[in-house]
């Protein structure tokens, strides 16, 4: 109320006074102002002046007839957007009546550039209260994680993308159920509350520059092997992995990020702490895959997805797929729509003292540890009591990283210590933002002696986890007498308000603080958040509704609702994310609680309403959200790795339309305009070693018709490998049926038979389906029809017409079903031999030109490397074979001994704007070591990358 009349009192005053910004245009749309043309995204230079009841935009030029100005009423805006990162404000206007022959009028938008918008906010606001017109003040919108003085509604912001995947896909709903619950049962189950392994990590990480972990077990590799013991610990850092046999101090192990081919984690899905999961680390020098055992999986992985992404960045390579720690952003999202993120911004990484000056040892400072300031609107950083230091000397542990670990220092007011409410003292404090291996922290010290660079022990007086953050309010209105220059950083734990000295470093820190949050966006606090609530309505009737001992644990994948009660104990409900439905705040009786209706089952259908009363309702409804947010954003990154479940099967139906091979192919576009001298197009192409008999070479089946042996299940593999190298060939037996194929491409279409054989000379096949399933939109097919029996020693025939869509690492695969006698039904599924290099077509290079095109790939995402480990020696010759008929890639003649280079152009269906079908350029080479293959792809286009890579590893492999 008090802060409500001060915004009275100020508009009244304000209303006597003009106020004009130096300013740009950068967006003009609409009639309003139509004196100014029609552009986007550009800079214009403006004169913004603000009056009692308008808002003047004025470009000037030293023409004075090219000089051009517009005069908007505030009574005409209808809606205003704020980039506080950016400095831009948006305005919506009204429509004017529509003109002639128009269906209706049509609203104009203006997105300007202003130096301090948190000051023209402010501004703004108190214009819209003066007004005398009756008019109600317009909705404000935000950009990012910033927000009124209210909190943004649930899901109402879009987060920023740090992947290459367009937002908004996500896996299905099945399958992000699924994953939650095995990562929060298992190698993710939350830590309990202040328990944190994250905090620790961070601390050793800013301490150190490093982090170390317990080895609990160590093979693949018998040198490593036989130095390990119980005392063993691995210690990650920016340029390599260490095996340190006998604890930190002993002489390390090394592995160098450089001799890394790759590294995948080993998640058994046990708890932590067991010793169970580890990691896999394939090395570039040698073909033994080294495998080391670690306690806590999840911190392991985090730890090394930071460093090694830092070091494949800097290397200019793409980060690991599926990881959520170290990665840059990739786009974010403005006034105008989602936009390419630009590089991180630079803070200060000097130390200075509170004059704002850097400081050096042995001088003298002042350092603010007993400060404390009256809170004013004018306060004077300067102001408060002090003493002078001699600086000591830096800590030189620290020094080596400290450039590393900092993103921003300098000093800011908190709030806090002795009083209540606007009793409370505002305390001067120095702020260090870091960047850590577990994400952000904003950690503050009563002055800059306590930080690491002068301090060996942890002297922090509190540490912001900024993964936690869920918005931040500039220009803080909590109350009347908040110091100018103040923002609110408001966590799912706490809120803070700190000030800066100026508007300009108030913005600085709002710059790195907001960037801070958006590259954490996929980072996930380890701990439960507890909430002790009263189960007032409860339709399982497991909890207690008369006291407060239910439990609400919020984490990172789940909510866990349980009765630590000696009667109730073991009683609980656990919900993943994906089964929340809805939720909202309820008063019973004039006591605050939360509604939640969550989906029972995996059917998504039967639902249950729960209220749960807390005077926590608001924290934990915000909690719930928080968490919610960041689920769907590891999701997101998730599809880089997922391979998704199939939502729903689609039976076969029959073709409608003409083969696809009578219509000739439309002109194609090719995204490297590098590779305009494509060959032709080939013909149909069958292999030479596909006789009449599409079965013939499918020795090694059985008469066994009950479920399919490991034998029969290893027989499908090799003919599986075979049908692609041989354009067709028996793919599956169970003794009761065969089934065969044959493969048939020209550019991006193709048409594959499918052949089907009862073996029997006595039974019929009965109810015989089959189902084609795709689940990544690799293909667009056609099926023709297929009969439902099948007589004794039949054989019958089915065309499905193909088209490739896009890259993909996952091909399709097709399950068959049917009856034999009176017998139950049978029901099998396998992979075809339907790859993404199927539709390549070679393309012809000469070295010196293959050279020349492989440097050009260098982009962010453009490289994909994989190692792939054979059974037994594979000899260049046979890796070439594999190389040019199943990848169908043009060898380039003069690579080096033991290697393979080659380029192809992958067809593909999909369009582009002007509706020439898109080809996609490609480059590999493949190295050849013993059983060790090393493949390393480019491509334009990271997903397509990806993709590629993951193909010819699953092609390669035995």
Same mark, same amino acid.
Request: hydrophobic share 35%; with cysteine; aromatic share 8%.
């Given at each position: 109320m008090d802060s409500e009349k001060a915004d009275a009192a100020a508009a009244k005053q304000l209303a006597h006074f003009d106020h004009s910004y130096k300013a740009y245009l950068h967006t003009v749309t609409g009639p309003a102002l139509s004196t100014f /043309?029609?552009? @986007?995204? *550009?800079? @214009?230079?403006?004169?913004?002046?603000?009056?009692?009841?308008?808002?003047?935009?004025?470009? $000037?030029?030293?023409?004075?007839?090219?000089?051009?100005?517009? &005069?908007l009423a505030y009574s005409q805006i209808t809606e205003v957007g704020f980039d506080h990162d950016r400095c831009e404000v948006k305005f919506t206007m009204a429509p004017n009546t529509p003109s002639p022959g128009a269906d209706k009028a049509e609203s104009s938008t203006v997105i300007m550039g202003i130096p301090s918008t948190v000051e023209f906010e402010h501004e703004i606001k108190l214009r819209f209260t003066h007004q005398t017109s009756g008019m109600k003040a317009p909705p404000v919108t935000y950009v990012g994680m910033f927000a009124g003085s209210t909190k943004p509604k649930p899901f109402q912001r879009k987060r920023p993308n740090i992947s290459t995947i367009p937002t908004g896909k996500l896996p299905p709903l099945s399958q992000m159920r699924e994953t939650a619950f095995s990562r929060h049962l298992g190698a993710y189950k939350p830590c309990p509350p202040g328990e944190s392994r994250r905090l620790d990590l961070a601390m050793q990480h800013i301490f150190e520059g490093h982090n170390t972990f317990p080895i609990t077990n160590i093979r693949g590799d018998q040198t490593f092997f036989d130095k390990w013991t119980r005392q063993s610990v691995l210690v990650i850092t920016e340029e390599k992995l260490e095996v340190r046999p006998r604890g930190v101090t002993s002489e390390p192990m090394e592995v160098l990020f450089d001799d890394v081919s790759s590294w995948d984690p080993h998640d058994t899905g046990a708890a932590p702490g067991n010793g169970e999961c580890g990691i896999y680390v394939s090395r570039k020098s040698t073909d033994k895959r080294l495998y080391i055992g670690v306690k806590f999986l999840r911190d392991v992985k985090h730890t090394l997805e930071f460093f090694w992404n830092k070091h494949q960045i800097s290397e200019g390579r793409p980060v690991m797929p599926g990881s959520t720690h170290g990665r840059p952003l990739e786009t974010v999202y403005t006034l105008s729509g989602e936009e390419p993120a630009g590089p991180s911004p630079e803070g200060s990484q000097d130390i200075v003292d509170m004059d704002g000056i850097v400081v050096k040892p042995g001088q003298m400072v002042k350092v603010g540890n007993r400060t404390e300031i009256k809170a004013h609107k004018h306060v004077s950083l300067g102001a408060p009591t002090h003493e002078m230091v001699k600086l000591p000397h830096e800590n030189k542990a620290v020094k080596e990283h400290w450039r590393h670990v900092v993103k921003h220092q300098g000093w800011l007011l908190k709030q806090g210590g002795i009083g209540i409410g606007t009793a409370k003292k505002w305390q001067k404090r120095y702020f260090v933002l870091y960047s850590t291996s577990q994400g952000h922290f904003l950690v503050y010290y009563s002055d800059m002696l306590a930080c690491p660079m002068y301090s060996e022990a942890q002297e922090q007086r509190n540490v912001i986890d900024m993964s936690k953050a869920v918005f931040i309010r500039p220009g803080s209105t909590k109350h009347a007498d908040t110091p100018a220059h103040s923002f609110d950083l408001v966590t799912i734990e706490r809120e803070f308000t700190l000030c800066a000295e100026t508007q300009e470093n108030a913005h600085k820190w709002l710059h790195m603080l907001t960037r801070a949050v958006d590259e954490d966006v996929a980072i996930l606090p380890d701990e439960d958040l507890l909430f002790k609530v009263k189960a007032k309505v409860d339709p399982l009737a497991i909890f207690n509704p008369m006291d407060y001992n239910t439990h609400v644990m919020v984490s990172a994948n789940c909510v866990n609702v349980s009765s630590p009660t000696s009667e109730m104990q073991g009683k609980r409900c656990s919900w993943i994310y994906t089964d929340f439905y809805k939720w909202s705040l309820i008063s019973e009786k004039n006591k605050l609680a939360l509604m939640i209706s969550v989906f029972s089952d995996e059917t998504f259908k039967r639902r249950l309403e729960f209220h749960f009363r807390t005077k926590e309702a608001v924290r934990l409804a915000t909690a719930i959200e928080f968490f919610i947010e960041k689920f769907m954003s590891v999701m997101h990154i998730m599809l880089e790795v997922l391979e998704p479940l199939p939502e729903k099967e689609v039976e076969v139906k029959p073709a409608s339309k003409t083969p696809v091979e009578q219509a000739p192919p439309p002109p194609e576009s090719n995204l490297l305009d590098f590779m305009s001298d494509e060959p032709p197009v080939p013909s149909v192409t069958t292999s030479s070693t596909f006789s009449d008999d599409p079965f013939g070479g499918g020795g090694g089946s059985t008469n066994n018709i009950d479920a399919l042996s490991e034998g029969q299940i290893a027989q499908h593999k090799v003919w599986l490998q075979a049908a692609r190298?041989?354009?067709?060939? %028996?793919?599956?037996? $169970?003794?009761?049926?065969?089934?065969?194929?044959?493969?048939?491409?020209? /550019?991006?279409?193709?048409?594959? &038979?499918?052949?089907?054989?009862?073996?029997?000379?006595?039974?019929?096949?009965?109810?015989?389906?089959?189902?084609?399933?795709?689940?990544?939109?690799?293909?667009?097919? =056609?099926?023709? %029809?297929? %009969?439902?029996?099948?007589?004794?020693?039949?054989?019958?025939? =089915? =065309?499905?017409?193909? *088209?490739?869509?896009?890259?993909?690492?996952?091909?399709? #695969? +097709?399950?068959?079903?049917?009856?034999?006698? !009176?017998?139950?039904?049978? @029901?099998? #599924?396998?992979?075809?031999? +339907?790859?993404?290099?199927?539709?390549?077509? %070679?393309?012809?290079?000469?070295?010196?030109?293959? =050279?020349?095109?492989?440097?050009?790939?260098?982009?962010?995402?453009?490289? /994909?490397?994989?190692?792939?480990? @054979?059974? #037994?020696? +594979?000899?260049?010759? !046979?890796?070439?074979?594999?190389?040019?008929?199943? +990848?169908?890639?043009?060898?380039?003649?003069?690579?080096?001994?033991?290697?393979?280079?080659?380029a192809a152009s992958l067809r593909t269906g999909a369009t582009n704007p002007t509706g020439d079908k898109i080809t996609l350029g490609c480059l590999m080479m493949v190295e050849i070591s013993g059983v060790t293959l090393n493949v390393t792809c480019r491509t334009v286009h990271a997903a397509a990358t990806t993709a590629l890579a993951t193909s010819v590893k699953h092609i390669f492999s035995d």
């Amino acid at each position: 109320m008090d802060s409500e009349k001060a915004d009275a009192a100020a508009a009244k005053q304000l209303a006597h006074f003009d106020h004009s910004y130096k300013a740009y245009l950068h967006t003009v749309t609409g009639p309003a102002l139509s004196t100014f /043309g029609q552009f @986007k995204k *550009e800079k @214009k230079d403006i004169n913004l002046n603000c009056t009692t009841e308008t808002f003047e935009i004025e470009m $000037d030029a030293l023409a004075l007839a090219d000089r051009k100005k517009a &005069t908007l009423a505030y009574s005409q805006i209808t809606e205003v957007g704020f980039d506080h990162d950016r400095c831009e404000v948006k305005f919506t206007m009204a429509p004017n009546t529509p003109s002639p022959g128009a269906d209706k009028a049509e609203s104009s938008t203006v997105i300007m550039g202003i130096p301090s918008t948190v000051e023209f906010e402010h501004e703004i606001k108190l214009r819209f209260t003066h007004q005398t017109s009756g008019m109600k003040a317009p909705p404000v919108t935000y950009v990012g994680m910033f927000a009124g003085s209210t909190k943004p509604k649930p899901f109402q912001r879009k987060r920023p993308n740090i992947s290459t995947i367009p937002t908004g896909k996500l896996p299905p709903l099945s399958q992000m159920r699924e994953t939650a619950f095995s990562r929060h049962l298992g190698a993710y189950k939350p830590c309990p509350p202040g328990e944190s392994r994250r905090l620790d990590l961070a601390m050793q990480h800013i301490f150190e520059g490093h982090n170390t972990f317990p080895i609990t077990n160590i093979r693949g590799d018998q040198t490593f092997f036989d130095k390990w013991t119980r005392q063993s610990v691995l210690v990650i850092t920016e340029e390599k992995l260490e095996v340190r046999p006998r604890g930190v101090t002993s002489e390390p192990m090394e592995v160098l990020f450089d001799d890394v081919s790759s590294w995948d984690p080993h998640d058994t899905g046990a708890a932590p702490g067991n010793g169970e999961c580890g990691i896999y680390v394939s090395r570039k020098s040698t073909d033994k895959r080294l495998y080391i055992g670690v306690k806590f999986l999840r911190d392991v992985k985090h730890t090394l997805e930071f460093f090694w992404n830092k070091h494949q960045i800097s290397e200019g390579r793409p980060v690991m797929p599926g990881s959520t720690h170290g990665r840059p952003l990739e786009t974010v999202y403005t006034l105008s729509g989602e936009e390419p993120a630009g590089p991180s911004p630079e803070g200060s990484q000097d130390i200075v003292d509170m004059d704002g000056i850097v400081v050096k040892p042995g001088q003298m400072v002042k350092v603010g540890n007993r400060t404390e300031i009256k809170a004013h609107k004018h306060v004077s950083l300067g102001a408060p009591t002090h003493e002078m230091v001699k600086l000591p000397h830096e800590n030189k542990a620290v020094k080596e990283h400290w450039r590393h670990v900092v993103k921003h220092q300098g000093w800011l007011l908190k709030q806090g210590g002795i009083g209540i409410g606007t009793a409370k003292k505002w305390q001067k404090r120095y702020f260090v933002l870091y960047s850590t291996s577990q994400g952000h922290f904003l950690v503050y010290y009563s002055d800059m002696l306590a930080c690491p660079m002068y301090s060996e022990a942890q002297e922090q007086r509190n540490v912001i986890d900024m993964s936690k953050a869920v918005f931040i309010r500039p220009g803080s209105t909590k109350h009347a007498d908040t110091p100018a220059h103040s923002f609110d950083l408001v966590t799912i734990e706490r809120e803070f308000t700190l000030c800066a000295e100026t508007q300009e470093n108030a913005h600085k820190w709002l710059h790195m603080l907001t960037r801070a949050v958006d590259e954490d966006v996929a980072i996930l606090p380890d701990e439960d958040l507890l909430f002790k609530v009263k189960a007032k309505v409860d339709p399982l009737a497991i909890f207690n509704p008369m006291d407060y001992n239910t439990h609400v644990m919020v984490s990172a994948n789940c909510v866990n609702v349980s009765s630590p009660t000696s009667e109730m104990q073991g009683k609980r409900c656990s919900w993943i994310y994906t089964d929340f439905y809805k939720w909202s705040l309820i008063s019973e009786k004039n006591k605050l609680a939360l509604m939640i209706s969550v989906f029972s089952d995996e059917t998504f259908k039967r639902r249950l309403e729960f209220h749960f009363r807390t005077k926590e309702a608001v924290r934990l409804a915000t909690a719930i959200e928080f968490f919610i947010e960041k689920f769907m954003s590891v999701m997101h990154i998730m599809l880089e790795v997922l391979e998704p479940l199939p939502e729903k099967e689609v039976e076969v139906k029959p073709a409608s339309k003409t083969p696809v091979e009578q219509a000739p192919p439309p002109p194609e576009s090719n995204l490297l305009d590098f590779m305009s001298d494509e060959p032709p197009v080939p013909s149909v192409t069958t292999s030479s070693t596909f006789s009449d008999d599409p079965f013939g070479g499918g020795g090694g089946s059985t008469n066994n018709i009950d479920a399919l042996s490991e034998g029969q299940i290893a027989q499908h593999k090799v003919w599986l490998q075979a049908a692609r190298l041989n354009g067709g060939g %028996p793919l599956y037996d $169970d003794g009761a049926v065969q089934i065969a194929c044959k493969t048939e491409v020209r /550019g991006s279409q193709g048409r594959f &038979t499918l052949f089907y054989r009862n073996k029997s000379s006595v039974h019929s096949v009965e109810n015989l389906t089959s189902v084609f399933s795709d689940t990544l939109g690799f293909l667009r097919s =056609q099926a023709g %029809p297929l %009969p439902s029996s099948l007589a004794p020693g039949e054989q019958v025939e =089915q =065309q499905v017409m193909i *088209e490739c869509m896009k890259p993909s690492d996952v091909s399709p #695969s +097709l399950t068959v079903s049917y009856k034999e006698r !009176d017998g139950p039904l049978r @029901k099998n #599924s396998f992979e075809l031999p +339907l790859h993404m290099t199927l539709f390549n077509d %070679p393309l012809p290079l000469s070295s010196e030109d293959f =050279q020349k095109r492989w440097q050009m790939l260098t982009g962010p995402g453009q490289e /994909g490397s994989v190692c792939v480990i @054979k059974m #037994s020696t +594979l000899s260049v010759e !046979d890796a070439a074979q594999i190389f040019e008929k199943i +990848l169908k890639f043009s060898r380039v003649q003069g690579a080096p001994t033991n290697c393979l280079q080659g380029a192809a152009s992958l067809r593909t269906g999909a369009t582009n704007p002007t509706g020439d079908k898109i080809t996609l350029g490609c480059l590999m080479m493949v190295e050849i070591s013993g059983v060790t293959l090393n493949v390393t792809c480019r491509t334009v286009h990271a997903a397509a990358t990806t993709a590629l890579a993951t193909s010819v590893k699953h092609i390669f492999s035995d």
